[in-house]
């Protein structure tokens, strides 16, 4: 469309109903109608932005703009046809699981009433839904093949085009592999049809496909060529993750467990990644597109794209009605290694990435990211995609990014890439972003830059010698028109005048005591104190920082402060100490030996063990075990066994709710009746051995609790409140009978 060299008028204006692009051509005039918003952001109350947009790396000249305003109603347009909604719905989950739940994940485009059944129990569960809702049911299925039945009536509705029922069927599959608590073996060259024990290992990609909360996966040690997708409906719990586990952890991609030319992607949620190296990805080394995983110790380079990404999975997630509603949200990237990513066009692979399509509460911790050809870290994000949820760095490193470690810079003409140490927004969008006790150095463009975020934080962290002589090492920037609300903290920003000679760009406002600002020469508090190299222990930058056996980070005295020098409050100082610093291996449990059916042949008793026969179902082999024995489970009620008279006491007891069990604890003695009195055996009082908890009130005061009635007492009393609501307030009646005299 658009020719090299060529001359183009672009024209952008408002109109009643949205806007319109107008491109003049040699060739002549072509006017767009653009309804969808697509290309402006609404970044405040009353503040819209307009601007251009082109690839990275191609040059555009734009002259003579002009803006003109006009009254606050847009040029007329002609009337605009509301397009009608077919009604759909489009499921989310994938087809297998190994769980005896399976969460059903639908979104309907309009309103109306959602159906689900599955085929294991035929229990229907109906809904009421909104359009573009994400809804999740829980269906029970059985080991092999479900079917689970959707059907959605939509409401009637003026933009619906049909109100006809929409049905849809899944097929899930299940299998098991072991009970919770065991784990799977898996290796390079495992089989399909293994049964994840030592001598019939799994392949990976049929473990991660029917793993059950609580168990762990163990990959031995070996080289894995073939891509891992951890589904959207294979998922651990908050308490029984599922772990995926390195039976060692390489330490340059020539031992341990090693991805080659493959990567893992992650959909599920509530899964532990331990030890995995992963370099040569064709993608994105670890995406991350679930929800509440731990990706620890794993080390990946050389990636066609970034090393590590938080984001959403494929197109389909990101259409127009739920834009944000399955993005990534509560993930964790701990004492993780990504370095030497680098896409083809040598401009858009980061070390570490939460962008464009990530939701709230993801977090990197304990990390190293060095030699990418693009950022150490990119919380990029943009006005098509929207605002993405706040992320925290901390206790991390970004050092010599913009090239690789095999590229000479010192070669005339050398391209480096964009090389931030921390780039933490973008697209004038406000993100909250967070970082926290971490050291960038070397970097070939800023150390820390908002990339026109206004509201990110800086706290405790130290920038040295970073940028380029046309650039400098910490920015702050967005467009004036923004509120700033920036803050700024126990920063150390330094750099040699012959490699940053531009000032660091930050608002005086943020500049304070704690603060050594670089004014292109040297660094300064706002007391006229001066930043110097004595402080730290080394700042010799050739120095590379390693990780040690317990994933925390070595700097071997790199910018580490000396003791007593500065408060505590002021510069990095990266922890080595505390329990969320240091990585533990998730525990392997007892493996896999077969996979039962199990028959109950003895039911256990309160007192005798029973009996259960297994048959595994992969191989056949039969076991017997015990069933232990069930243990009294006694009522909280009394019962009478024994009516008391007026010549006999009684007796009443806690009885065993277990069927065939004539076990009784607690026997207590009724008194024997008066003479002449109408008492028959009382209510029994709560067991002095039970939560008074229990206990009526008296409907006087929630803080005052009933009397027990004594057993033998022969008067009883039989209080009780009636309440009248009325419009003028509320009457309350007390009504009580006088206790019977005792004879």
């Not at 689970?148 to 109100?163: D, L, M, R, V, Y």
């Not at 004492?335 to 070390?351: H, I, L, T, Y």
Request: net charge negative; aromatic share 6%; proline share 3%.
């Amino acid at each position: 469309m658009f020719k090299v060299g060529a001359e183009y008028t672009f024209t952008v204006r408002k109109t009643d109903d949205g806007y319109e692009a107008v491109a003049t051509t040699e060739n002549g005039t072509q006017t767009q109608k653009l309804t969808a918003n697509d290309f402006t952001s609404v970044q405040e109350d009353g503040t819209v932005v307009v601007g251009v947009m082109v690839a990275r790396k191609i040059g555009v000249k734009i002259t003579d703009i002009k803006f003109t305003t006009s009254e606050s109603k847009g040029l007329a347009t002609s009337e605009v046809v509301e397009d009608k909604v077919t009604p759909s719905i489009r499921v989310y989950s994938s087809n297998t699981c190994g769980a005896g739940e399976y969460e059903y994940t639908v979104v309907p485009n309009c309103a109306g009433t959602l159906k689900v059944t599955g085929s294991a129990d035929g229990k229907a569960i109906s809904k009421e839904v909104t359009a573009d809702e994400v809804v999740r049911i829980p269906v029970a299925v059985n080991v092999g093949s479900n079917t689970i039945k959707a059907e959605f009536e939509p409401a009637a509705a003026a933009n619906i085009t049909s109100t006809t029922t929409v049905t849809s069927e899944t097929n899930v599959t299940r299998k098991v592999y072991g009970e919770a608590g065991q784990t799977i073996i898996v290796t390079p060259d495992g089989k399909i049809t293994g049964d994840g024990t030592e001598e019939s290992p799994l392949d990976i990609n049929t473990a991660v496909s029917y793993a059950q909360p609580g168990q762990t996966i163990l990959m031995k040690n070996g080289v894995y060529d073939k891509w891992i997708t951890i589904n959207r409906s294979v998922c651990g719990t908050a308490d029984k993750p599922i772990n995926l586990v390195a039976e060692s952890i390489s330490t340059d991609g020539t031992d341990g467990v090693v991805l080659s030319g493959a990567g893992l992607t992650v959909i599920g949620s509530y899964w532990h990644v331990y030890g995995l190296y992963v370099k040569d990805s064709s993608g994105v080394g670890i995406q991350v597109s679930g929800n509440y995983n731990t990706i620890d110790m794993c080390t990946v380079n050389h990636a066609a794209n970034s090393g590590v990404q938080i984001s959403r999975n494929g197109g389909a997630d990101n259409y127009a009605g739920i834009q944000g509603k399955l993005w990534p949200t509560g993930n964790l990237i701990k004492n993780c290694e990504s370095f030497d990513n680098c896409d083809a066009g040598r401009n858009d692979a980061d070390g570490f990435a939460a962008k464009l399509t990530c939701g709230e509460g993801n977090r990197f911790y304990g990390c190293i990211s060095h030699n990418n050809i693009d950022d150490g870290w990119d919380l990029y994000a943009k006005s098509v995609s929207g605002i993405i949820g706040s992320v925290t760095i901390e206790n991390c490193v970004a050092y010599n990014n913009g090239w690789l470690t095999t590229d000479d810079v010192t070669a005339a003409g050398y391209n480096y890439g964009e090389g931030n140490g921390f780039k933490l927004g973008g697209g004038y969008l406000k993100g909250g972003h967070k970082l926290i006790n971490c050291v960038s150095f070397g970097n070939h463009a800023k150390g820390i830059t908002s990339n026109s975020c206004p509201d990110i934080s800086i706290t405790r962290c130290t920038a040295y010698n970073n940028g380029n002589a046309d650039s400098y090492s910490i920015g702050l920037n967005t467009m004036d028109s923004m509120l700033k609300e920036w803050k700024v903290s126990g920063l150390i920003s330094m750099s040699k005048a012959d490699l940053t000679a531009k000032a660091d760009l930050i608002p005086f406002s943020q500049h304070g005591d704690d603060n050594y600002i670089y004014n292109g020469s040297e660094s300064y508090n706002n007391l006229g104190q001066k930043a110097t190299d004595e402080w730290f222990e080394s700042v010799d930058t050739t120095i590379r920082p390693s990780r040690n056996a317990d994933g925390t980070i070595d700097m071997h005295n790199l910018l580490v402060i000396k003791s007593g020098v500065l408060s505590d409050n002021v510069g990095a100082r990266l922890d080595t100490t505390s329990e969320e610093a240091i990585s533990v291996k998730p525990q392997v449990g007892e493996v896999v030996s077969h996979v039962f059916e199990w028959t109950t042949t003895k039911e256990a008793t309160c007192t005798e063990k029973g009996e259960k026969h297994g048959i595994c179902t992969i191989c056949g082999h039969e076991e017997t075990r015990e069933i232990e024995a069930l243990g009294h489970e006694f009522a909280n009620e009394f019962t009478v066994d024994k009516e008391a008279t007026t010549t006999e006491e009684g007796s009443k007891s806690q009885h065993c709710l277990h069927a065939g069990c004539t076990e009784k604890t607690n026997v207590t003695v009724i008194p024997k009746l008066t003479a002449g009195s109408e008492e028959v055996n009382p209510t029994p009082s709560t067991p002095d051995n039970k939560d008074d908890a229990n206990v009526p009130s008296t409907g006087t005061d929630s803080s005052e609790k009933a009397p027990a009635a004594q057993t033998g007492d022969t008067m009883h009393a039989v209080p009780f409140a009636l309440a009248m609501i009325i419009s003028a307030g509320v009457v309350v009646i007390e009504i009580s009978r006088k206790k019977k005299a005792v004879r």
